[in-house]
Every structure is written in structure tokens, then in C-alpha cells.
């Protein structure tokens, strides 16, 4: 079963808006990391942040976590075309050598 | 290499035939793992590796499917007897700073089976 769930599904913005996506889970982790994905192909690691983390920014990005509320959300600052891709949280489960557990993606569509 | 290198990218076959799909990992990156991914759908973990020993492989859907890693390097995964609902991405990642930390992903083998 799916650890991470993202909401939205898909989320359509203008460009140099904010786009805020969001990630909840069910199980105790390690680390929540989130991924972009284009075209359906390979993934891009865009950050990763640990348990014992409240906020992380890297760039237009900015990364929370809620291990309280098992929550996460990625916020996109000015946004531009280039965005446009599917954005996945993936989790560490704190149990054991058990692989990142992917949740099923939000698709972020950035309109010039 | 620059990255995480797969082949090949497409792969059409029939029902019932044998594909191997080839990973090559970032250079010195130990650890490999195998995803593959439905159309629409988040990713499906498959098998990892720690050098050349795969700890967990329950991931496999079925006994139809293998997977080795040779030298430390080179992953193959192997589906026998293929079937139609075989058809996905098959995503090959390999990391170097840990388990589970940052995923270097490959473009991925689009298998088709007809």
C-alpha cells in the first residue's frame, strides 16, 4: 500500500504564482524526500528532509514537515513554465532496511 | 558515467517472451534499486541491492521476475514468460551517501508487451 498519498492530484497555476503541494503518511520515518519527475521518466532528487526537521529550503523551494499531523508540503515560489512535472514525496520508513515508499505524485502544470 | 544509464529505453515484445532489461549505476554508488511504474501510478519498489547481495526481494511480484547485480556494478532484471499487465516504466535508481538517501534515477525501460 502506498505510504505517501499527495494532494492535489494535479494543480494548475499561472506563472509566478506559488504552488503548494502536500504529503501524508502513515508510518513513523526517517526522512521524507521529494522528487520531480518529466515527461514520465526518470526522477530528480529536490531535497531531503530528516525527522528531526520542521523546514528546509533549497532555492524556490520550501519544505516542511508535521511528524505530529505525518504531513509534509512543498511549496514552489515563482513559479515558471519550466515547473511543469510531476512532483512525488517519498518516505524512509523508520522500520528497518525498508526501501523509499513513493506516494502516486501531484501533476503541476504551469501556464505561461 | 555521468549518470544512471538504462537499456534499452523502449522494448516492445510478445506475450510469453523473455526481456532483460540492463542498469548501469553511478560509478562507486553501492547501493541499486529497481522500481517500475504504471501509467499514472506512483512508483512500485521491486528489489535493492547492497553491493551484489539483494536483501529484500519481496518486492518481486512474481517468480517470473529476477534480478542480479554483478562486480557491484551492473544490475539486470530479468522477466520471464511475460505478460500484458508486465507493461510499464521499469525505473533503476542507485545511491552512494546512504540507504534510502537521495535516488539517482535512470530515464527508465518503457516495456511493452503485446
Known amino acids: 500500500s502506498q505510504q505517501g498519498e499527495e494532494d492535489p492530484q494535479a494543480l494548475s497555476i499561472q506563472e509566478g504564482e506559488n504552488a503548494t503541494m502536500n504529503c501524508s503518511y502513515k508510518t513513523s520515518i526517517n526522512n521524507l524526500q521529494w522528487y520531480r519527475q518529466n515527461s514520465g521518466r526518470g526522477l530528480v532528487h529536490l531535497i531531503l528532509?530528516?525527522?528531526?526537521?520542521r523546514e528546509k529550503h533549497s532555492g524556490r523551494l520550501r519544505v516542511t514537515l508535521d511528524t505530529s499531523k505525518k504531513s509534509s508540503s512543498l511549496l514552489i515560489t515563482a513559479s515558471r513554465a519550466a515547473d511543469t512535472a510531476s512532483y512525488f514525496c517519498a518516505t524512509d520508513p523508520h522500520s528497518g532496511n525498508t526501501p523509499l515508499v513513493f506516494g502516486k505524485g501531484t501533476r503541476l502544470s504551469v501556464i505561461a | 558515467g555521468a549518470g544512471v544509464s538504462q537499456s534499452p529505453s523502449n522494448k516492445v515484445t510478445e506475450k510469453g517472451k523473455d526481456v532483460e532489461l540492463r542498469c548501469d549505476p553511478i560509478?562507486?554508488?553501492?547501493?541499486l534499486y529497481w522500481y517500475r511504474q504504471s501509467l499514472g501510478q506512483g512508483l512500485e519498489f521491486l528489489i535493492y541491492?547492497?553491493?551484489?547481495?539483494?536483501?529484500?526481494k519481496s518486492g518481486l511480484p512474481s517468480d517470473r521476475f529476477s534480478a542480479e547485480r554483478t562486480g557491484g556494478s551492473v544490475s539486470t532484471l530479468t522477466i520471464q514468460r511475460t505478460q500484458q499487465e508486465d507493461s510499464a516504466v521499469y525505473l533503476c535508481a542507485s545511491s552512494s551517501t546512504g540507504f534510502n538517501e537521495k535516488l539517482f534515477f535512470g530515464s527508465g525501460t518503457q516495456l511493452s508487451v503485446l
Open positions: 528532509i530528516r525527522s528531526n526537521e
Open positions: 541491492f547492497q553491493g551484489n547481495s539483494a536483501p529484500d
Open positions: 560509478s562507486g554508488h553501492t547501493a
